[in-house]
């Protein structure tokens, strides 16, 4: 089995930063696709940004050049910097990870439990 645990968020003022962290753990082989979703109330879970085994990144445009996701393979963890946060990025953010493990070598999808990000001032 697999476990994500993901932390970092928050309650930040409009134009502060926060790195969200999404530690994996389990009896992994490697780990595959990776990104960060996020979610409101009422409105369908969105992505926000992926990155690729080999580093290729892509972002939602909202979030361009504001955010950044990154991954340590060693430690099995994904991560997500957070600047110039505005009011509109408060919403639950996801981790969601595709893991291969010994017992299932093809990979499945694994979400993490939802971190808040609140922007207020």
């Known amino acids: 089995q697999v476990q994500l645990v993901e932390s970092g968020g928050g309650l930040v003022q409009p134009g502060g930063s926060l790195r969200l962290s999404c530690a994996a753990s389990?009896?992994?082989?490697?780990?595959?696709?990776t990104g960060w979703y996020r979610q409101v109330p009422g409105k369908e879970r969105e992505v926000v940004a992926a990155i690729t085994p080999t580093r290729s990144t892509t972002y939602a445009d909202f979030v361009k050049g504001r955010f950044t996701i990154s991954r340590d393979i060693a430690k099995n963890t994904l991560y997500l910097q957070m600047n110039s946060l505005k009011p509109e990025d408060t919403a639950a953010y996801y981790c969601?990870?595709?893991?291969?493990?010994?017992?299932?070598?093809?990979?499945?999808?694994?979400w993490g439990q939802g971190t808040q990000v609140t922007v207020s001032s």
């Open positions: 389990g009896s992994i082989y490697s780990i595959n696709s």
């Open positions: 969601n990870l595709n893991v291969k493990t010994y017992s299932d070598p093809m990979g499945s999808d694994y």
